[in-house]
């Protein structure tokens, strides 16, 4: 089928922007494998727009602004299930994966997803990744949701490439975000988003269980877990889970439809639709000495920083390296640099070379160059060492842990990965 065709079946059946795109495409590489195991034989994705209301998207009420994204998330769902049978019925197999979150939690905590919806919608050229990490549609900007349909139907035709980058630099993301993820040189931290924003997602809840678990009795576990927390959690499970912020899609003035307020007079963009978000007295997650933490208590002291554990936890040594991007924290690694060898032995032996240069982080597999430090011990071992339910101390001293080199970069590691 012709591009503009699907895209004009897609708009009939309820989207509000749509494009297709062979799974050829060079730029759905990383997709490949992931859609074909989800269904053998695709050929093309149709991605789906849906376009949000702003000013629910806005509100500094967190209920009107949760409602409306999970309103338009089941409406991506059903256009993405309607366009999916319509194409079926026309004799090509297609499928629409979930348009929100990781569902796929046999693969947690890897990639839970089956397909990137925002590759996807990139590559159909329906907008660019804007600098919070959301793509950004010319005319609906960051308000919207995405969803992608996988079909085995063969797509001619090209989608014309997007003339300009939505995107107006403004920094007004970063300026709102209230645990500091977006970054002004682009770089996203990926665990205070998590830890904050989804506190009330797939592993906060594990967190309140624990929680439970540790408490002596009710009166250590109401001193632990105020009323409102635990009422927000049961809302959350019962109802849909609650977002504690998404300020960087909120405040974002991009695309030709919302621009005007912003265009008009910058100084009401500021006080109509960032300050209300910026200055609300608010519960703030963050783990104890995190960039997110510094972040809050530097430039809003007037939200209340609530200290958890970090709930990222890597399933086995081999994803323990995979992860340790999403986890690492700039602050605590500005200043230094060391290069370290990992010799981690077991059932999956996994050899790693860790490198951090002020601020930055590398990670390789096998043991290239000099190391600063050598850490070498059983894989299960040093899962439970950053886990913090062994000592580090007692197994240098058992030599079940053995290190060459300067062992105090043992404990400048361990800083960048608070949890
Ligand atoms: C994982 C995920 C997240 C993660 C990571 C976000 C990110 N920047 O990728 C977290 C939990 C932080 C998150 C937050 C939000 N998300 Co989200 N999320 C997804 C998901 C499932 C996949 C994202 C993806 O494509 N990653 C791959 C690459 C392309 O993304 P990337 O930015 O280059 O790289 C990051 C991720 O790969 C991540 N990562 C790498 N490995 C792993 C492993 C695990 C387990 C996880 C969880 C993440 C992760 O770390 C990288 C650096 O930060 C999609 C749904 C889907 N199936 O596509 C929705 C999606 C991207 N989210 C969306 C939204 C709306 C949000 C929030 C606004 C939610 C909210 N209401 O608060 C915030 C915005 C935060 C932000 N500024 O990005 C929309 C974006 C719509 C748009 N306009 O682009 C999507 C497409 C859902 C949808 N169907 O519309 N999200
Ligand atoms: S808020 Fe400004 S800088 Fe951030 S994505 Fe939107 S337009 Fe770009």
Excluded at 129 to 154: C, D, K, Q, W, Y
Excluded at 385 to 391: C, E, Y
Aim: hydrophobic share 40%; with cysteine; glycine share 6%.
């Amino acid at each position: 089928m012709g591009a503009s065709e699907l895209r004009e079946l897609a708009l009939a059946l309820g989207a509000d922007d749509a494009g297709a795109v062979s799974l050829d495409h060079p730029d759905l590489a990383e997709e490949r494998a992931s859609v074909l195991g989800a269904l053998p034989g695709a050929r093309s994705l149709i991605a789906l727009v849906l376009r949000m209301h702003p000013p629910n998207a806005q509100s500094p009420r967190r209920s009107v602004a949760n409602h409306e994204f999970h309103r338009v998330g089941e409406e991506a769902d059903e256009v993405a299930r309607r366009l999916a049978t319509a194409l079926s019925e026309r004799g090509f197999r297609s499928i629409n994966p979930a348009m929100a979150f990781p569902m796929e939690m046999d693969s947690f905590p890897g990639r839970g997803w089956i397909v990137s919806h925002k590759v996807v919608a990139v590559a159909a050229q329906l907008g660019r990744m804007g600098l919070h990490r959301n793509v950004i549609h010319p005319r609906f900007g960051s308000f919207i949701l995405l969803a992608t349909v996988i079909s085995e139907v063969e797509v001619e035709g090209q989608p014309e490439p997007l003339s300009f980058n939505p995107c107006v630099d403004c920094k007004l993301c970063v300026a709102a975000c209230p645990v500091g993820a977006i970054e002004p040189d682009g770089a996203f931290r990926f665990s205070a988003c998590y830890d904050h924003n989804y506190r009330e997602f797939m592993t906060g809840f594990g967190d309140l269980l624990e929680e439970v678990a540790d408490s002596r009795d009710r009166q250590d576990l109401r001193d632990r877990v105020s009323i409102s927390e635990t009422a927000s959690m049961w809302q959350s499970l019962a109802y849909k889970p609650n977002y504690k912020a998404a300020y960087c899609v909120a405040v974002c003035p991009a695309g030709d439809d919302v621009l005007g307020l912003f265009a008009r007079d910058r100084k009401a963009h500021l006080r109509e639709i960032v300050r209300p978000l910026t200055e609300r007295e608010e519960r703030v997650y963050v783990v104890a000495g995190s960039d997110a933490e510094a972040h809050v208590r530097r430039r809003f002291p007037h939200k209340q920083p609530r200290i958890i554990r970090s709930s990222l936890r890597p399933a086995d040594v081999r994803s323990f390296f995979r992860s340790i991007p999403l986890t690492f924290q700039r602050g605590p690694a500005r200043g230094w640099k060391a290069t370290f060898h990992f010799a981690l032995s077991g059932a999956h032996p996994v050899e790693a070379t860790v490198r951090i240069d002020d601020g930055a982080l590398e990670v390789e597999p096998g043991l290239v160059g000099e190391a600063d430090l050598r850490v070498e011990a059983d894989g299960q071992l040093w899962l439970e060492i950053v886990s913090k339910k062994r000592n580090p101390v007692l197994a240098v001293l058992t030599g079940r842990l053995k290190t060459r080199g300067d062992r105090s970069l043992l404990r400048k590691f361990s800083a960048c990965f608070p949890r």
